[in-house]
């Protein structure tokens, strides 16, 4: 009897789970606001943000970024690939730019990267305006434009 107790709530425990996983997997969530560098009486910050100082600097958008981090074996990482690729055609001034995990772990490390796919929306600065995990919906990262355009 014990033994289908704990069979049932290990299988009602992966079903919560699932739903909540699929219920936030992709969602854009808003990035903490009150940057030091956006203060009263500092200067303003350098081009490039989050990206200054890396190969990446150079290659942002005129209007937005769509900061993509992914690892080889990740499967949901090509199909974001293929999202964010295809919006940044469409979308005037949207660059996609992405980055391999494994090969640039102190960026993931520094931006808090937990697991790929992860897409980071940067303003024209560079600065982040929101994020998700996971693989976001072409619907889910034209909204996430429009809130910062």
Do not use: N, Y
Request: glycine letters at 8%.
């Amino acid at each position: 009897m014990t033994g289908v107790v704990v069979l049932v709530v290990a299988v009602v425990a992966a079903l919560a789970f699932g739903v909540w996983r699929r219920l936030t997997d992709g969602r854009f969530a808003a990035s903490a606001p009150g940057a030091p560098s956006d203060a009263p009486g500092l200067p303003a910050p350098a081009p490039a943000g989050l990206l200054a100082g890396t190969e990446f600097a150079d290659r942002l958008g005129e209007r937005a970024t769509l900061l993509q981090f992914s690892s080889a074996f990740c499967a949901p990482c090509r199909a974001t690939r293929q999202v964010l690729a295809g919006v940044a055609e469409t979308v005037p001034g949207v660059a996609h730019v992405e980055v391999d995990a494994e090969q640039h772990l102190a960026l993931v490390r520094r931006l808090e990267v937990m697991r790929t796919p992860t897409t980071i929306v940067l303003d024209a600065r560079g600065d982040e305006i929101t994020r998700a995990s996971g693989a976001p919906s072409k619907q889910q990262v034209l909204a996430a434009l429009d809130s910062a355009l």
